[in-house]
């Protein structure tokens, strides 16, 4: 047993219902995850069918993706006030009717509008699945259980633009949304009869001005990031978002230190390993965010490759997540997280090394080999690196650790997508004026160069990891074993 873990068995769950608490959020995960990247693909269709600008049905995406990253935290906040199966029964049945509201619009406004209030049920489940799940099972099975949640996402992210192109193939892009009814009404039920209704104890107050300082916080990073890649990150509007984000992060750090009830509980942050887990999982996304959106780009504009082809290369990482994610989230609860996340961090270095290496003249099996050390890494570090993150909060803090560590995922993902393509096209472009010739090559050298650099944002996420853990043995060897847990 991992002796950092902090939540132990609770003789007030019955955990011969666990697998039906799975299956119940697990749905939950599943749709949300589902409904992050299926709309992604109809954007083509969107414009043709609601005549109007890219530029406008986008915010069909980004109003989703911005609602839930920036409600995730005090979503979860607010589970471990009132407790968390209401609200993610709430969750879910907002989402639902989101989904109805959102296949029965008739104008993009409509459209944006309903994916704002899905999101905000998005927000709950994506928020408190982790929680629920953590709660569920007993700690020694924990790893595991994590490690299947893992597996769902991974296959929401593969789904997604299949289903989505079929859906587009045969029936109206009205059915992107409406397939999310019929999961909805079977995992509602199955929420109300399985989840376990614990209440938290004692009367808790919420932290309305950290909520709102957070809130706005993200808000304004966010926007930056999405507006900022779009008209250039040098505009002094995007500047003004990136100084109002600091200003209202810095208030949101020193209210959450002088507050009795926070937001955030800051000594958390003493942990040295809940810290550390929360950081190079982050970092980690940023990685695998960026990469996912540059590679089909360099695939098909650069190599030449076929859609289809494209789809179904992108998809040999996710499986990998997938299958070595729920083994690896298993075997940490026998051996813990700590070699394991640092194994997958190194998987990881190697993936990204091979990955800058592809050329114009790469064959189609060495593509395959030199990207899939990026997807072992991943399924190898991410589910011990969840329970180890689970594992260090306390009972009655799971919801706001739980929204903490999906928050720490949709913002590298997001910060991954902007950072790194802005540095592909300042890379290509620069080459080109530099005097390659073809534009395609230009982005083949910048595709090298940008991937070139996660080895070494990986690395760092890797000498993190590895220099806490030489920390963490070099204390267990001057701690009396009588102190050992």
């Known amino acids: 047993m991992n002796p950092s873990y902090a939540v132990k068995s609770n003789p007030e769950i019955d955990y011969r219902k666990k697998w039906y608490v799975m299956a119940a959020v697990a749905m939950g995960v599943f749709l949300s995850t589902i409904d992050g990247s299926i709309v992604n693909i109809a954007l083509p269709t969107l414009v043709k069918e609601l005549g109007q600008p890219l530029a406008i049905v986008e915010w069909v995406v980004l109003a989703y993706l911005l609602t839930v ?12 006030m009132i407790g968390k199966k209401p609200l993610y029964v709430a969750g879910f049945v907002i989402f639902t009717a989101g989904s109805a509201l959102c296949g029965s619009s008739a104008t993009v406004g409509m459209l944006v509008g309903f994916r ?57 892009w009205n059915w992107l949304f409406f397939v999310n009814i019929p999961v909805g009404l079977v995992g509602i039920p199955m929420v109300l009869r399985f989840v376990p209704a614990i209440r938290p104890k004692g009367h808790q107050r919420f932290d309305y001005w950290g909520a709102v300082l957070l809130l706005v916080s993200l808000c304004s990073f966010l926007l930056a990031l999405s507006i900022g890649e779009e008209i250039g990150y040098a505009k002094p509007v995007i500047l003004g978002m990136f100084g109002l984000f600091a200003v209202t992060l810095a208030l949101f750090v020193r209210v959450e230190k002088t507050t009795p009830e926070p937001m955030i509980d800051t000594t958390l942050f003493r942990n040295g390993w809940f810290s550390v887990n929360l950081v190079t999982g982050f970092m980690t996304f940023v990685a695998s965010a960026g990469t996912i959106l540059l590679l089909p780009f360099f695939l098909q504009d650069v190599i030449g490759l076929s859609p289809r082809t494209t789809g179904l290369l992108m998809a040999v990482n996710p499986i990998a997540i997938g299958v070595l994610g729920t083994i690896s989230g298993a075997l940490s609860d026998r051996i813990g997280s700590r070699k394991l996340t640092t194994l997958g961090l190194f998987f990881q270095i190697l993936g990204y090394w091979l990955i800058s290496g592809i050329t114009q003249n790469t064959p189609l099996f060495e593509l395959v080999m030199r990207a899939l050390p990026m997807g072992i890494g991943l399924g190898i570090f991410q589910s011990p690196n969840n329970s180890a993150v689970m594992g260090a909060a306390p009972r009655e803090r799971l919801g706001v650790v739980s929204g903490m560590l999906s928050i720490s995922r949709t913002l590298g993902q997001m910060v991954g997508i902007s950072i790194l393509s802005a540095v592909w096209a300042m890379k290509t472009t620069r080459n080109y004026l530099l005097g390659i010739i073809l534009l395609n090559q230009a982005e083949a050298v910048g595709f090298q160069q940008t991937t070139g650099l996660l080895v070494f944002w990986i690395a760092a996420a890797f000498l993190l990891s590895f220099w806490t853990l030489m920390q963490e043995r070099k204390a267990a060897k001057t701690q009396p074993a009588g102190e050992m847990m």
Do not use: C
Request: aromatic share 2%; net charge negative; hydrophobic share 55%.
């Open 69 to 80: 990253t920036t409600l995730m935290i005090g979503m979860g906040r607010l589970a471990d």
């Open 116 to 172: 704002v209030f899905q999101a905000v049920g998005a927000s709950m489940m994506m928020a408190l699945g982790t929680a629920i799940v953590t709660e569920a099972f007993p700690s020694e099975e924990r790893g595991k259980a994590l490690g299947i949640i893992g597996l769902m996402v991974s296959i929401g992210v593969i789904a997604g633009p299949t289903i989505g192109g079929i859906i587009l193939e045969h029936l109206t």
